[in-house]
């Protein structure tokens, strides 16, 4: 049976990619025993109840350009993805894009195709998992036990969060997580051997994984026992399975099978090596069969097993059932933040500590770290202890000097459910991380990136240090929430808007430097930061001579701007936009009523790249940003140099007038 | 003598640090016996002549954030850094930035600091300087023959383009580059053993390097010895070299050594420690005489053996000589590209094959690669052999698929000089590299990127290789020159500028997809990129209603929009922006002569995030871009889906009418 159903597996996937005429076939070919082995003979998944069994195992396809096999296995699986979904591959609205997506596809667990994020997610997958079994589980109740699993290339590997995250996983022992390495000897333009040398066995025993090898990727009782021992390490695995890419096509072993459709004939050719000769799309009873006795029947009596096991734990532990389902329903409390008062300052990162440990007291389910700057992005919560190897049930991440890991393991973590998740580094550094916060965007996950020093206001550390496009660059990402809060009050509404938002990663970017609170933030900065721009002071004079535009740390200096156009005569109203991305999406009424169309003397300050502000201030006003790098010296003076100050400001409405 | 000069470059670094109130300590105090016992008694660098040596070995301090040593031994060294410099160090306008920066400082070879990428600097100076000795010795004249050495600490290990790097450099064998690893086992937040259990040795040896260990970090002898021994290795090595994070000082082996000063009383015990009893910023004049007869002596008498060796060189192989000064000084013949004609159509893509063969033959000194995707990005030179550990002289560079340190290297390789290089990936990807693209523009490196794939037009790949942020996101970097041509002419005129372009980098963004020639571009396309926008079909019937804006892929649209106005009784004109930045940059007489500021009826269309194009449109135009992802279809399906047809464009401007 194993053989005929891996052959339907090769050939519904080059069927797939011969459809679409476009797509990948040569990792199907290569991988479909071991996608079968592990699907067929120990995946504990129920796809007739899809995710919604919480302790299911979790798969990820790493290499998500392998997607036809990934949709084909799901198909033969019994997921909600029929033959006609494989017709439509890669076509306009159909559930099976050219790579993987979590929101398109039912049985998918991540979106996956740039390479190494999808070992960065499995990492954060089985992350969550050990922290929600020490948090929940109980002696004879262990009602968080499942392993997860991915597929992965030699693109994976050689990417460098490949490093970052398989470096952190072998720290924290993640024992109950399985990566099948698809070690086929090729890339993408020719042989691996073209551009790498590396030990793979070396290397992962250097970042303390098991490595296991099968020598022949076509010998599924082998994967089968290779996934078992992996199964009983204790260390995360890497189970190395040679293969051929392209296995039974005409370019099989070679790079030439690995991105195109064969052809026609190509196909034909192909089916009868492996011995299957069946018209296209067509899957012999016999198969269907085989993953109803596999998959899908052991999948069912585990799901019911451990139905019975939480029902088990309910009557038993009551409270914490409750808090694991409120967790997993991302239920939240009315949240309750402290206010600041007018006459008082503080750096957003200092208010972003008070924020941590405030909400992490009405949060249990919130946890989170820092990439190696806890100590500066003040991300640490004080009471509780770290998440490690010997205590998974900590709060406090130590992600290590790995951004980008950082991200995608977030990614990970918000894909599994059952926490809200958040990391930190310099804002600088987002563009380490940028790549994953995509992925975060893509997949709409609520990941929370708290990003401090986010301006030249960094001050000594210089160039190198200070965010200039930054804003720019992650306001044009689709799908991110991007909050630059103006003082104490903003940043904290920032916060708790970041915990309701459920359908996309939430960005805080928070200064190093000390923010006056301002007049009128407690009480509109909540709608504020909802709309992403309001009006903070209306013009002290009663006309509307013109309209001052500022984020975060530049508010204050529009305030004081606003005050001393006044001692000229003009009325100017200040306009606080914490959010300029979410402000440009409001419907014309609203931005009217901040923004009237008849006053177009206007100025943005932010001290960032101008890039964006243009859409505000039109052919006819001013923005007063920076379009070089930063310097080295303390902030104050680099303010003052780059022109971040109430007098220039002034000077320049003056001069649009 | 060495404990002395060892204890004065400490002593200098904490003066440094605590006169301006802000710096590193941690390192210096710690790495100084390694930087001593590499500069004083091992490197050949000629302190007098500066950088102006070019077969001087190269230092980089990856680990940046030490630079208080660095400016520390700059001055001992002979460097043009005075006492007073090192008082003025993160002070406005001084040579002494926080992290060292290459364009502000007489002897620093690379601006580092952003952790990781400095071994991605050294890997690419490494790399140039293996093929230009592969292209230039002669046996018996051996001109091109040195080494590269960075100090790099735990931070940089842990990020994952070091292992993209170190890999890339095991693979080539790049055995002229040392590396030293400050293993001070501590982390900004704390012990290293917090986040990371990685075995360095096992690692680099599974990457094909030497391991070398010095047990004891103030053991000069032992340190140069290593040194030595690593020279004559044929592998690159990396010695790890045990220190103690703030060596000395009150708080010697904890992290908050790290990156604080000390305080005045801090720094007195410290340099009790020490044994080195003066005053701040004091340095024995036996230690001046230490340097003078080490590294200054030394390198004085290698330079100049060195000139002679070239000028025998010279000598014998005038024409090779001829070819190394023209490559050194960047010297560029009249570069002659082919032209397109109205008609015809061409992908990008394409047409960046075409220009590659042409100029690689046009000039000698040009060379790159794709991070695997040369076959997609169309990049291979034709008619030259593959970069590798057995062919340095190849041109061809298989970076692998290591985005991040593909750029990181190429910053290498720029600043080694004697070469231009370029990389090449998938647009989208640029992701993956913009940390290193923002160190590129901030150390004014003439880097080429070839991006292709850009747009939605992709296709079937779907949302997670579609770009729509990133033209925003890379058009905001200061002091880089994104360039996105609208067909073939401008295609090669981008080419053309890009090698013409010496102090920024060049990202050339191509389309996946065939681009019909343009009516304009074959003559107004050179002085069009120059601008960075121009008119490219002004209105056809004599009166301006308006303007249409596009730039790459849409611009062809603006043009069939334009016709369909026409035919309605409406003249607009076509604006075609290859650089949107570069074009906000030209003074306001250019901007009036193609944009008038009397005509307000605009429309930009751009394929990505509309962010950046409301400075052109202003209040009353309006954009065509997008602001979700995009999707998994044929890419002009996605096209028509996305609005980006003429009909659309119609139709919006026929609404802002």
Wanted: proline share 4%; with cysteine.
């Amino acid at each position: 049976m194993t053989n005929l159903s891996v052959a339907a597996l090769r050939a519904l996937s080059i069927d797939t990619v011969q459809k679409a005429n476009s797509g990948h076939p040569g990792l199907p070919l290569g991988a479909s025993p071991m996608a079968y082995a592990l699907w067929n003979n120990v995946l504990n998944v129920n796809p007739k109840t899809d995710r919604n069994w919480f302790n299911r195992d979790r798969f990820v396809l790493a290499a998500g350009h392998g997607s036809a096999m990934l949709y084909s296995l799901l198909h033969l699986a019994g997921y909600d993805v029929a033959i006609e979904d494989l017709q439509n591959f890669r076509q306009w609205n159909s559930i099976t894009p050219g790579h993987p997506e979590v929101t398109h596809t039912s049985g998918i667990e991540a979106t996956s195709g740039p390479l190494g994020q999808g070992l960065g997610q499995v990492v954060g997958l089985a992350m969550a998992e050990t922290h929600l079994a020490a948090k929940f589980n109980k002696a004879g109740h262990e009602i968080i036990d499942h392993y997860t699993y991915t597929i992965c290339g030699d693109g994976d590997l050689m990417e460098g969060i490949s490093q970052e995250a398989l470096s952190l996983a072998g720290h924290l022992k993640l024992n109950k997580l399985v990566v099948l390495y698809d070690s086929n000897g090729i890339t993408l333009d020719g042989t691996l051997d073209m551009s790498s040398s590396d030990d793979v066995k070396k290397r992962m025993e250097s970042l303390n994984w098991e490595h296991i090898l099968v020598e022949d990727g076509n010998d599924v009782a082998a994967i089968t026992k290779a996934i078992e021992a992996a199964k009983t390490s204790d260390k995360p695995s890497l189970i190395e399975i040679k293969t051929v890419i392209g296995f039974g096509s005409p370019n099989a072993g070679s790079n030439k099978s690995h991105g195109a459709p064969f052809g026609e004939e190509g196909n034909a050719t192909t089916k009868a090596n492996l011995g299957f000769n069946h018209p296209p799309f067509t899957v012999p009873q016999e198969v269907y069969d085989d993953f109803e006795n596999g998959i899908i029947k052991r999948g069912e009596l585990a799901e019911n097993a451990w139905n019975e096991k939480y029902a088990a734990y309910k009557a038993a532990y009551p409270e914490l059932a409750k808090e694991l389902e409120d967790a997993l329903n991302n239920k939240l409390p009315e949240l309750e933040l402290p206010k600041y008062e007018v006459g008082t300052s503080e750096a957003s990162r200092i208010t972003n500590k008070i924020a941590i440990q405030e909400l992490a007291k009405q949060v249990p389910y919130l946890w989170g770290g820092s990439a190696d700057l806890a100590s500066s992005n003040n991300t640490m919560i004080a009471d509780s202890s770290n998440y490690s190897a010997e205590n998974y049930g900590g709060r406090n991440i130590w992600y290590g000097i790995r951004e980008f890991a950082m991200a995608a393991v977030m990614n990970g973590i918000a894909l599994h459910g059952g926490t809200r998740v958040f990391g930190a580094t310099f804002f600088v550094f987002s563009d380490y991380l940028k790549a994953a916060i995509r992925m975060s965007a893509i997949q709409k996950l609520p990941v929370i990136y708290v990003l401090t020093h986010d301006s030249i206001a960094v001050g000594e550390d210089g160039a190198t240090h200070e965010p200039i496009e930054q804003l720019a660059g992650l306001r044009a990402i689709p799908n991110v929430q991007v909050l630059r809060p103006a003082d104490g009050n903003e940043t904290m509404e920032a916060w708790k808007k970041a915990l309701h938002t459920l359908d996309k990663p939430t960005i805080l970017v928070l200064t190093r430097q000390n923010l006056p609170v301002l007049e009128g933030t407690d009480g509109k900065a909540k709608a504020g930061i909802e709309h992403g721009g309001y009006v903070l002071a209306d013009t002290p004079t009663g006309k509307l001579d013109g309209i001052l535009i500022g984020s975060g740390s530049e508010v204050s200096l529009c305030v004081d701007a606003q005050a001393q156009l006044k001692e000229k005569g003009y009325g100017v109203r200040v306009v606080s936009v914490p959010s300029l991305e979410t402000f440009l999406r409001e419907d014309k009424e609203y931005i009217e009523s901040v923004l009237p169309k008849s006053t177009r003397a206007r100025i943005a300050v932010e001290a960032a790249s101008p890039l964006g502000w243009g859409a505000l201030t039109g052919l006819d006003g001013d923005i007063v940003a920076i379009d070089k790098f930063g310097a080295s010296a303390p902030g104050n003076i680099l303010f003052e140099k780059y022109g971040f100050t109430a007098e220039n400001i002034t000077s320049k409405f003056l001069n649009i007038l």
